[in-house]
């Protein structure tokens, strides 16, 4: 490579996520508080449809949504999709997609109860699901990075032979566990006041979602994920290691899918590799896409996402103290799925022209 080159590739690649969100947007020029005040913008861009959702269902359910139990309730049931969610932003950000997720999450709950069950060895059953959600991570992130397999392709694969196999280690049976050893991890709630307390699976998730944000926005682990997102090509010749980059993400995705396992397995004491996880991937990508994350990478806020999962699970929620039917609740989510890739392409479109 001349020295051309290299001064072209290393000015390709922004020295912040901050930086890399505004090259990739057209932004290039703008100052550091311009890029700073943008981000922030991409940060809490859903928040007032939070807000308004929230507020909307109160007055439509007669007071029944924002309720300390009910905001108890919703925080536990958005907690498993910010799990994976933060997972798919990892992902997501390089420009990639891990259709997978929902499958990888049933196998590693197969894994945690399988081994739960085995005397003497029951804690044990949180490792063998987080391994397992590696083991399936590692395995398409090497398709990916090394084979050069599309990511959907490769997790469109994997969805459905993970479910094969989740099937296959519970004999296409549910297995159950009354006594499960990590039952309080889906089930125990630290109480804050009277009437109100926060689930241990809400707590599990924010400290996912911080972790994630610390990685992404105070790592230089976080710089090279938004650069090759940004600019694969140059990234690469910039000497980032994309490859290590792109194992490193799917990785993520399924150490986490397998933490969404450990959640499920002790919130239900049981496991089926059927219909456990089933389209949770869906969620997932919803979630991240209405956060701010672009489909075509470089762009996003972890934020975003956890904001974008509370929406799905205020939807849920509220659509269900209405009385309105799973039915209608899968058509909303479609609704939903669509509405947040039309803005994503409405979002790049608009930053494009400034």
């Not at 390089?94 to 081994?115: P, Y």
């Not at 459905?160 to 989740?166: D, E, K, Q, S």
């Given at each position: 490579?001349?020295?051309?080159?290299?001064?072209?590739?290393?000015?390709?690649?922004?020295?912040?996520?901050?930086?890399?969100?505004?090259?990739?947007?057209?932004?290039?020029?703008?100052?550091?508080?311009?890029?700073?005040?943008?981000?922030?913008?991409?940060?809490?861009?859903?928040?007032?449809?939070?807000?308004?959702?929230?507020?909307?269902?109160?007055?439509?359910?007669?007071?029944?949504?924002?309720?300390?139990?009910?905001?108890?309730?919703?925080?536990?049931?958005?907690?498993?999709?910010?799990?994976?969610?933060?997972?798919?932003?990892?992902?997501?950000?390089?420009?990639?997609?891990?259709?997978?997720?929902?499958?990888?999450?049933?196998?590693?709950?197969?894994?945690?109860?399988?081994?739960?069950?085995?005397?003497?060895?029951?804690?044990?059953?949180?490792?063998?699901?987080?391994?397992?959600?590696?083991?399936?991570?590692?395995?398409?992130?090497?398709?990916?990075?090394?084979?050069?397999?599309?990511?959907?392709?490769?997790?469109?694969?994997?969805?459905?032979?993970?479910?094969?196999?989740?099937?296959?280690?519970?004999?296409?049976?549910?297995?159950?566990?009354?006594?499960?050893?990590?039952?309080?991890?889906?089930?125990?709630?630290?109480?804050?006041?009277?009437?109100?307390?926060?689930?241990?699976?809400?707590?599990?998730?924010?400290?996912?979602?911080?972790?994630?944000?610390?990685?992404?926005?105070?790592?230089?682990?976080?710089?090279?994920?938004?650069?090759?997102?940004?600019?694969?090509?140059?990234?690469?010749?910039?000497?980032?290691?994309?490859?290590?980059?792109?194992?490193?993400?799917?990785?993520?995705?399924?150490?986490?899918?397998?933490?969404?396992?450990?959640?499920?397995?002790?919130?239900?004491?049981?496991?089926?590799?059927?219909?456990?996880?089933?389209?949770?991937?869906?969620?997932?990508?919803?979630?991240?896409?209405?956060?701010?994350?672009?489909?075509?990478?470089?762009?996003?806020?972890?934020?975003?996402?956890?904001?974008g999962a509370l929406i799905i699970a205020v939807l849920s929620?509220?659509?269900?103290?209405?009385?309105?039917?799973?039915?209608?609740?899968?058509?909303?989510?479609?609704?939903?799925?669509?509405?947040?890739?039309?803005?994503?392409?409405?979002?790049?479109?608009?930053?494009?022209?400034?």
């Amino acid at each position: 490579m001349s020295e051309a080159d290299e001064k072209a590739a290393t000015a390709a690649v922004p020295a912040s996520p901050a930086a890399a969100s505004a090259t990739i947007i057209g932004g290039a020029g703008l100052s550091s508080r311009q890029v700073q005040i943008r981000s922030v913008i991409q940060a809490i861009g859903m928040l007032p449809v939070l807000i308004i959702l929230a507020i909307a269902f109160h007055y439509l359910g007669e007071g029944r949504f924002l309720t300390g139990q009910n905001l108890s309730i919703v925080a536990q049931q958005a907690a498993i999709n910010c799990v994976l969610g933060a997972g798919m932003t990892f992902v997501i950000l390089t420009g990639g997609i891990d259709l997978s997720v929902g499958s990888m999450l049933a196998a590693s709950a197969m894994s945690a109860l399988i081994v739960s069950l085995v005397p003497g060895f029951g804690l044990l059953g949180v490792p063998a699901a987080l391994l397992t959600g590696l083991f399936f991570g590692l395995l398409n992130g090497s398709l990916v990075a090394f084979a050069g397999l599309p990511p959907f392709i490769v997790t469109l694969g994997s969805l459905t032979a993970v479910r094969g196999l989740a099937r296959l280690m519970g004999s296409d049976s549910t297995i159950f566990n009354p006594d499960l050893s990590f039952a309080a991890i889906g089930n125990a709630t630290i109480p804050i006041t009277s009437g109100f307390g926060i689930p241990v699976l809400a707590i599990i998730a924010l400290v996912v979602i911080v972790a994630s944000w610390f990685v992404l926005r105070r790592t230089v682990l976080g710089v090279w994920i938004y650069a090759v997102g940004g600019n694969p090509a140059a990234a690469r010749l910039s000497g980032i290691k994309v490859w290590r980059i792109l194992l490193f993400v799917y990785a993520v995705s399924g150490l986490l899918a397998g933490l969404g396992g450990v959640m499920s397995a002790a919130r239900l004491f049981a496991a089926n590799g059927l219909q456990l996880g089933q389209s949770y991937e869906l969620d997932a990508i919803a979630a991240v896409i209405l956060g701010g994350t672009s489909f075509v990478g470089g762009i996003g806020s972890i934020w975003g996402t956890l904001i974008g999962a509370l929406i799905i699970a205020v939807l849920s929620n509220g659509l269900t103290l209405l009385g309105v039917s799973d039915i209608w609740q899968f058509i909303v989510k479609g609704l939903v799925i669509i509405g947040a890739v039309a803005l994503d392409r409405a979002r790049l479109q608009g930053n494009a022209r400034t």
